[in-house]
C-alpha cells in the first residue's frame, strides 16, 4: 500500500484528502508546514508528497527544490490560481505533476496513482530493458538514466517522456503525439508543459543543453530523438 504526505497547511482540507485517499487505498500522513514535511520525508521516506504552494514557512516550489535536489520523490503539487505560470514553475523545480485548486478528490486520486506508476520500478529486467545511445543509458526496468555510468536524477513524467521518444529514435514526434504515447499518464496538455520538461531533460542528458544534439526541436514540427548525437541540427 503506497503512502502519501500530504503538505498542506489547510486542516480541514488535509484531512478530507487523507480520509479520501485512505479510502481508495492509500496510506496518508499529514505535514502542515514546509519544514515538518522535511522532516517527515527523512523520516520516513514515502512513495508520493501532495504538495501545497502556499504554506506559512516556505512556498512550496522552494520545499520542492529541496526535496527534488536529493531525490526522485514523485511529488504533486497543488496550485490555487491553476495559472500556467505557477505549473512552470513548478515543473521546472522538479513536480511531476499538479492540481489547481479547487479540485476533484478523485482526479487527484487518479493523477497520483498515474504518479506512482510512473515512478515504480518494474519487477523484473532483461538486457533488453536498457537501451544504450553513445555514453546515454535509459533503463527501462529500474527507469534509471545514465550518462558516462552516472545516474541522472529525472522526474517520473521526464523519464517516461525520454523513453518514448528514444524508443522512436529519428522519427519526428508532435506533442500531441508524445502525450499520446505516454499512454494517457500526462499532465494538462498545454504545449508548455512538454517544453519545460524536455528542457529539465536536455539539462540532465545533454552535453550543452543550450545546444542541444541529442533531442532536437523542429519548429513547428516536434521533437526528434538522435541516435547519434551528430544527427541533426542543434536546436535550441
Known amino acids: 500500500m503506497a503512502e502519501v504526505l500530504i503538505i498542506d497547511d489547510d486542516t480541514r482540507l488535509s484531512a478530507m484528502l487523507a480520509d479520501y485517499l485512505q479510502s481508495a487505498g492509500f496510506k496518508t500522513r499529514t505535514a502542515a508546514t514546509g519544514d515538518l514535511g522535511l522532516q517527515e ?9 501532495i504538495l501545497d504552494v502556499m504554506l506559512p514557512d516556505h512556498d512550496g516550489f522552494e520545499i520542492c527544490r529541496r526535496i527534488r535536489a536529493g531525490s526522485s520523490l514523485p511529488i504533486l503539487m497543488l ?20 492540481v489547481p485548486k479547487p479540485f476533484s478528490p478523485r482526479e487527484l486520486a487518479a493523477r497520483l496513482k498515474a504518479v506512482l506508476r510512473r515512478s515504480n520500478p518494474q519487477d523484473s529486467q532483461s538486457p533488453q530493458d536498457i537501451l ?12 534509471v538514466v545514465r550518462v558516462n555510468g552516472e545516474e541522472k536524477v529525472l522526474t517520473g513524467y521526464q523519464f517516461s517522456l525520454l523513453l518514448t521518444l ?6 519526428v514526434l508532435s506533442r500531441e503525439k508524445l ?13 508548455r508543459s512538454i517544453d519545460v520538461h524536455v528542457s529539465r531533460i536536455r539539462a540532465a542528458i545533454e552535453t550543452d543543453p543550450k ?5 532536437i526541436t ?19
Not at 41 to 49: N, W
Not at 220 to 227: C, D, P, T
Open 79 to 98: 496550485t490555487a490560481k491553476g495559472e500556467e505560470t505557477d505549473r512552470i514553475v513548478g515543473l521546472e523545480l522538479g513536480a511531476d505533476d499538479y
Open 166 to 171: 528514444a524508443e522512436h529514435p529519428g522519427r
Open 41 to 49: 520525508i527523512a523520516r520516513r521516506s514515502p512513495d508520493a508528497v
Open 179 to 191: 502525450m499520446d504515447l505516454t499512454k494517457g499518464e500526462e499532465l494538462e496538455a498545454f504545449d
Open 211 to 215: 545546444h542541444p544534439r541529442r533531442i
Open 132 to 143: 544504450r545511445f553513445g555514453r546515454l543509458e535509459i533503463d527501462r526496468g529500474q527507469r
Open 218 to 236: 523542429l519548429r513547428g514540427a516536434g521533437y526528434l530523438f538522435a541516435r547519434n548525437q551528430d544527427e541533426g541540427p542543434a536546436v535550441p
